[in-house]
């Protein structure tokens, strides 16, 4: 017990067994007077009662395991991690005298550590997230370490189509000015570079075209000014085969946006039938890379042949109930995706195939990646557990999608992406539009759907995943065989979640036990890798942490365990005496 902490007053850990116990334990002695009662008279029957007393006594302790109460203001703790400046600890050694200092090891418990502790330091670059729980309800302080020098964000796609862009963004702290980032193909060729300068900070963006599906591992090299490697690390990217679609798009009357979008989907070469009405009751028709036909009422016999259906929302709201219903029906049985898109109608809506929740942000542009300014409406789409966001600016949803059935629905809240075209931003225009078609068109149905906050795991830290299934209970086993086990998700009952803990490095697999076709791949990276990218990741989390928890512990108590060594030890003894005393008292 730390001799600091003040004892408030005697507790039990199994409280709520005390009646039980007490009185099982009266029972207990007065059986033994009882038993003993023909000794009454005697000295001895006095001494016996004492003893069983004892005995009965160190069981019930044993089963209520006692405890004193100690209010935290036993102390302060230092924790230390990888990066720490030994200034801070000095200066917190000087401020606080009988500070207690640990040594921070990854996935090692501390929460031992930290009983009876007022408050908690941690100093340099912080603790894992996945050991942060270990910290709750302690105010603790976080007290950065040595400036990072290296890679400290970044950014990119992980998941592409053959002919997109990947394009590869981030910060570079405290550069050396002449050396070079290099971006080199799953070859080792170099497919892009450029000059380091003197800055504190310097942006980059390296692009590369995707010629070939697969999974690779792109690496983003340093070299200095005589081309000796300083870094290397690897960049995974799941690069998939392109499929060409057969998208039907549906107007109440021609638009800009509709034109361009159309030649986009043809140079693509997508299959593309466009039906714009021309007057009432009369249509135009167009068709790109397929045979003109005429589209009368729509069905799902029509809708059988095409992967994504484009409908603004006033074709849309004008439909009738057969034909919504038939829209209804082809997604949520045969896996049609639905873009509607929007006007200010859309927004009110709030049932049926077209609902979608949203929330007023008064903004009216929206950034892109490439730092473009689009005009949308005042509105971002609200966070639920059904929305599938695809595309994002700060805290603003952009476009999503939500699953009904086999299919998705998606809609934006973008003005005239046109514009980007004709400001000449034609490979911003052409992954904005990628997203969203790759994210809402119909697939091949797959027995799973699998995805992951992480692009990259290390071995032996959890690697959490999702999979979305329709299985009722889905096994997912890695590639040794071993069950991963699932937490499924109330509001959404296809959506479970796991946690790997892969062993090695490289590409790794996961897989349902029911279907072994159902497989996600994932990179785990060596530990050494993008070390100060993972260092501003973990300060990041530490100090979101350590200002969410006020310093308002110093009065809470905590139970310290008695030992029960005490208590075994007196209930031996005591028995002991009462087997031996009758022998005793023959001799």
């Known amino acids: ?141 976080y007290i950065a370490g040595a400036q990072l020098k290296g890679i400290t964000r970044f950014n990119y796609q992980l998941e592409h189509v053959v002919g997109d862009e990947a394009v590869f963004k981030g910060l570079y702290s405290f550069p050396t000015q002449g050396n070079r980032l290099v971006l080199e193909g799953a070859g080792g060729q170099i497919v892009d570079s450029i000059i380091l300068n003197e800055n504190t900070e310097q942006q980059f963006k390296l692009k590369t075209d995707l010629k070939s599906a697969g999974n690779f591992i792109f690496k983003l090299v340093e070299k200095d000014s005589l081309d000796t490697l300083i870094t290397s690390n690897p960049i995974p990217l799941n690069v998939i085969k392109k499929e060409d679609l057969k998208i039907l798009m549906i107007n109440e009357f021609p638009t800009f946006e509709t034109k361009y979008l159309k030649n986009f989907l043809a140079e693509m070469d997508h299959e593309v039938m466009v039906r714009s009405q021309v007057t009432k009751g009369r249509f135009k028709y167009e068709a790109f890379n397929t045979e003109k036909t005429a589209i009368g009422n729509i069905s799902e016999k029509l809708l059988e042949s095409y992967d994504l259906l484009i409908i603004d929302f006033n074709s849309f709201s004008k439909l009738s109930t057969s034909e919504k219903n038939a829209v209804e029906g082809s997604v949520r049985e045969n896996g049609l995706g639905v873009f509607i898109q929007p006007d200010e109608s859309l927004f009110r809506v709030n049932s049926g195939l077209a609902a979608f929740k949203f929330k007023q942000d008064y903004i009216k542009e929206a950034t892109l990646n490439e730092n473009l300014q689009l005009t949308k409406y005042p509105l971002t789409f609200k966070q639920g557990l059904t929305l599938q966001p695809i595309q994002t600016s700060a805290k603003q949803i952009l476009s999503a999608s939500k699953r009904i059935g086999q299919g998705k629905v998606g809609t934006s809240v973008l003005q005239n992406t046109f514009e980007l075209l004709l400001d000449g931003h034609t490979s911003a225009y052409q992954q904005l539009w990628t997203n969203i078609i790759n994210a809402i068109s119909k697939r091949e149905v797959s027995l799973a759907e699998w995805s992951s906050d992480s692009k990259m795991g290390v071995p032996n830290e959890p690697f959490q995943f999702h999979v979305r299934t329709l299985e009722e209970n889905p096994i997912v086993i890695n590639e040794e065989g071993a069950l991963m086990p699932l937490r499924g998700t109330i509001e959404i009952p296809n959506l479970w979640t796991g946690i790997s803990y892969p062993k090695n490095t490289g590409w790794q697999q996961l897989s349902l036990q029911q279907d072994s076709t159902a497989v996600f791949k994932y990179y785990v990276s060596n530990p050494e890798d993008w070390k100060a990218l993972n260092a501003y990741n973990k300060i990041q989390e530490n100090l979101r942490v350590s200002n969410s928890v006020a310093a308002t512990t110093k009065n809470t108590t905590n139970p310290i365990p008695i030992k029960l060594f005490y208590f075994y030890l007196a209930f031996l003894v005591s028995i002991g005496y009462l087997w031996l005393e009758p022998k005793m008292r023959s001799y």
């Open 1 to 141: 017990m730390n001799s600091s902490g003040m004892i408030d007053k005697l507790t039990f850990l199994n409280n709520t067994w005390s009646w039980p116990i007490l009185m099982g334990s009266a029972v207990l002695l007065i059986v033994f007077i009882w038993k003993e009662w023909a000794q009454f008279a005697s000295a001895r029957f006095y001494i016996k009662v004492l003893v069983a007393s004892m005995a009965i006594l160190s069981l019930a302790m044993i089963a209520l395991r006692p405890a004193f109460l100690n209010t935290e203001n036993s102390g302060d703790l230092i924790i230390l991690t990888d990066g720490y400046k030994q200034i801070s600890l000095d200066s917190l050694k000087e401020e606080h005298k009988e500070i207690r200092i640990i040594k921070y090891t990854p996935d090692t418990p501390i929460i031992n550590e930290l009983i009876g502790v007022n408050s908690v330091f941690i100093l340099g670059d912080g603790v894992e997230s996945y050991d942060l729980w270990q910290l709750e309800g302690k105010a603790h302080t």
